[in-house]
């Protein structure tokens, strides 16, 4: 019975650069935790009227950055998953995730200059 090598080698592929990407993934959400867990910080060291609307954002990037993660692992689990599909849905996420944390960081800016 014939077999479709060429099939198997696409999605032998597809795996190979699901695994390179989500290792580079790893370590780029590994940054960003560091960047949030830093955010953190500033929230402690905020005057209070601006660490209640700080507290908020850097709760809404660590939800962004857990949704990453999900996403992530989900894809590992998910064979039928392109390497594609799982870059597209997971740049959405990463660019959730910088504009929630640049506002986050904006408001700290603003709390120094006031």
Request: net charge negative.
């Given at each position: 019975?014939?077999?479709?090598?060429?099939?198997?080698?696409?999605?032998?592929?597809?795996?190979?650069?699901?695994?390179?990407?989500?290792?580079?993934?790893?370590?780029?959400?590994?940054d960003w935790q560091a960047?949030?867990?830093e955010l953190k910080v500033q929230v402690d060291l905020a005057r209070l009227d601006v660490r209640e609307?700080?507290?908020r954002r850097?709760?809404?990037?660590e939800n962004v950055y857990l949704a990453v993660r999900s996403r992530?692992?989900?894809?590992?689990?998910?064979?039928?998953?392109?390497?594609?599909?799982?870059r597209q849905s997971?740049?959405?996420?990463?660019?959730?995730?910088?504009r929630v944390y640049d506002d986050a960081e904006a408001v700290v800016k603003r709390s120094h200059e006031a």
């Open positions: 019975m014939p077999t479709d090598t060429g099939s198997r080698t696409h999605e032998e592929t597809d795996q190979s650069a699901i695994l390179v990407a989500s290792d580079k993934l790893d370590r780029l959400l590994d960047r949030i867990d609307d700080l507290a850097t709760e809404v990037a992530l692992s989900d894809a590992r689990d998910d064979t039928g998953k392109t390497a594609a599909t799982l997971v740049d959405q996420l990463l660019l959730d995730l910088r």
